[in-house]
């Protein structure tokens, strides 16, 4: 588990960002990393991305026994 570093947050968030206290602790790290500018969710799934996932686990049959 990664730290997560208060007073970096603190410092962007109220200096950089002009924040007032209160405000910064109310947003969520969802809305505070959207006022930074970062993306937020990934990147959707392209055809090459999908093609090379069923590459890497490839479907298999199942036997009677597998469940």
Do not use: N
């Amino acid at each position: 588990m990664t730290a997560i570093d208060w007073a970096g947050l603190m410092q962007v968030g109220l200096h950089g960002l002009g924040l007032q206290p209160a405000d910064f602790w109310r947003l969520t790290p969802v809305e505070l990393r959207i006022k930074l500018g970062a993306q937020t969710g990934t990147a959707p799934l392209t055809r090459a991305r999908l093609e090379d996932l069923a590459r890497a686990f490839p479907d298999v049959k199942k036997g009677p026994t597998d469940g």
